[in-house]
Each structure stands twice: as C-alpha cells, then as structure tokens.
C-alpha cells in the first residue's frame, strides 16, 4: 500500500474531522477546529499533518510549535490539551506520521518533540510522571450514577442540592471567566485570555458548552464542558470562596454528569490533573481511577527536559508572588505568559 503524508488545507478540514470522529484513537483535541486556535489565538505555527492512501485519510498528526525565551523551543501534539499524539487506523500510517513529525522537529531545530497520548508509543523515549487522567463511564440512569460516587463526596453533592443552587446554561464566556480568573489566581497560576474562551465557543458551537451555578442571581462558579462522540469533558472551571462554603463546585460536576447522561453520553473525562494536587485527590474522591499519562518527549538540541511546571521549587516563589498581585494586573499579564507554556 503506498502513503503519503500531506498538510492541512482549508480544503481538507471537513475530511480531517471524518476521520477524527470514526477513528478510535483520536480525541476531542484531534478536532480541525484547534488549529486556528493555535495560530489565530496563541500565535504558533503548526503543522497537521495526514496520512492518506488512496485518497483516503488513514491518520492524523496535529502539531504546534511553542519558541519561548524563556521556556524553549518544543513542537507538541497538542499544546494546552490533555490528548493529542497520533491517531491513526493502521499502524503503517501512524509510522509515517511518526516519522514525518521527527523530521519536521530536526529541520525546525526544537529543543524537544512531545507526543501527549493517553499511552506512550515511545517507551525508549524520555518520559515525565507527572499527570494522570480520570475516565469513567457513565450509566444512563443518573441514580445509579449517584449512587456510584463515594459516600463523603455524594454528601458534599447533596449538600450543594439542599443550599438551594440552580445550574444553568450560558450562552458566553463572561462569567466562566471572571470565575476560571479568580481560581487560577489563587493557585498562583498565569490564566488565559478572554479572547481564547470566546474563541473555544465560536469555533466548537454546541459541543462546547458552559455551565454556570447560581446562589440567588450570583454565579458562584462555572465549568466549560466539552461534547466529543459519546463523552463529556468538563475541561476549565473555577469558582470562589462562595462556592467552596456551599460545595458549590460538587454540585456544578455533578450537574454535568446528569445532563451528560441525559444526554446519552457515555463516558465522564474528568481531565488530568499533577499527582498530590488538590484537584487530583477532589477527582479520586469522586470515584474515579487515576490512569497514569507517560507523554513521549524525544530530545532534539536539548540535552535534557526544561522543569516548567507549578510543583519545580525554583518556581514556588514566583507563584506567591503571582499570588499578591491585583487580579486586574494578573489577568491583564498572564495571557502573555501562558501562550509560552502549552
């Protein structure tokens, strides 16, 4: 069978997503849509690569380059998104894709290429045990689905039922991200920019939906979700103090996984989260599973990993100080800092 490994045009994007949706290895991440958002939000170049034969693609390879000073210079499939990697329907596509994209990362001269899998495909290339993700499937009787969440965090759930909080569906980002802002803030994290939320919304339509919870007329927090085949992402979320008094935040994640599987989806992806985090151990709470994420990073001109993430100790006092400055001031200069992470 002859391949032949091609890019992205605007004239391929509906074939590109065909295949994404029947294909069993690709994610919500795979999704055409995220290029645009890569260079149009971020500013990155990227690369969508396909495997074809006979005019039909057989496999896909997203692939976005981050040139930071002060981070490095990495092609990644995909930055900001849990999933990416290869996906592909035979093996044969997937080891042209996979050597097409270690030719691209030499001839670029990045420091490193990163495959985000759900399972490694390189084991003799490095690897970082930092995160893993929770998925679970869902039954179609919420009852059930209670009744399958522990104990002490159903009653957390049942609590924010009997505070008297009402779900509702937005129609725009406006209070998910005074939300989302005021959360990442408080953890000492750089947030995203209002632009990059509205962008996830036009570009995804129904399948990108925010859910925000109401103590009286204040939304105390918000979740935007994602909508893939037959699964239910909840994907950036966030509340405040107000939330945590009234376990608002149990009550929100529950009111997703009742309107998903109202919905008929099948499975809840909770997201990944870094191992001994709060959120990690508030997603084990609820009965889920951790299943560890091995991304595959193949070393080009760097000799080892750049250490960029919140737990390195050279980065806990930058963090407190993130912390101190006005919100205003943090959500007007995080933008800029977070595109050059990924």
């Avoid at 990163?114 to 179609?140: G, I, M, N, S, V």
């Amino acid at each position: 069978m002859q391949w032949s490994v091609g890019q992205m045009g605007s004239h391929d994007r509906a074939r590109w997503d065909a295949f994404v949706q029947r294909c069993p290895d690709a994610t919500f991440f795979h999704r055409a849509g995220w290029q645009r958002i890569m260079e149009d939000v971020f500013g990155h170049p990227t690369w969508y690569l396909y495997a074809e034969s006979a005019g039909r693609i057989q496999g896909v390879l997203p692939l976005a380059q981050i040139n930071s000073r002060l981070f490095g210079n990495t092609l990644c499939s995909l930055p900001f998104c849990v999933y990416g990697g290869i996906a592909a329907e035979q093996e044969e596509a997937a080891a042209a894709l996979d050597q097409a994209a270690q030719q691209l990362a030499s001839r670029l001269r990045v420091d490193h290429l990163e495959y985000r899998h759900l399972q490694p495909r390189h084991t003799d290339w490095l690897h970082k045990d930092l995160y893993a993700t929770f998925r679970k499937p869902l039954a179609a009787d919420n009852e059930q689905n209670l009744q399958a969440i522990p104990r002490k965090q159903r009653a957390m759930v049942r609590k924010g039922m009997a505070a008297g909080l009402r779900a509702t569906i937005d129609t725009d980002s406006d209070r998910l991200y005074a939300n989302y802002a005021t959360s990442v803030h408080r953890l000492g994290t750089p947030v995203f920019s209002r632009r990059y939320f509205r962008a996830l919304q036009h570009t995804f339509g129904d399948d990108c939906e925010i859910l925000s919870v109401q103590q009286g007329s204040k939304a105390i927090c918000s979740v935007m979700s994602f909508h893939f085949r037959d699964e239910i992402l909840p994907y950036y979320g966030g509340g405040g103090d107000a939330a945590r008094a009234c376990a608002g935040n149990d009550f929100m994640y529950w009111e997703v996984m009742r309107r998903a599987a109202d919905r008929g989806r099948k499975l809840f992806d909770f997201g990944r989260s870094k191992y001994g985090t709060g959120a990690f151990h508030f997603k084990k709470n609820w009965g889920f599973e951790p299943q560890p994420l091995r991304y595959d990073y193949q070393l080009h001109r760097a000799k080892r990993l750049k250490d960029v993430q919140p737990l390195n100790p050279r980065l806990r006092l930058l963090i407190r100080a993130w912390r101190l400055l006005p919100l205003s001031m943090a959500n007007a200069i995080g933008p800029h800092i977070v595109r050059q992470l990924g």
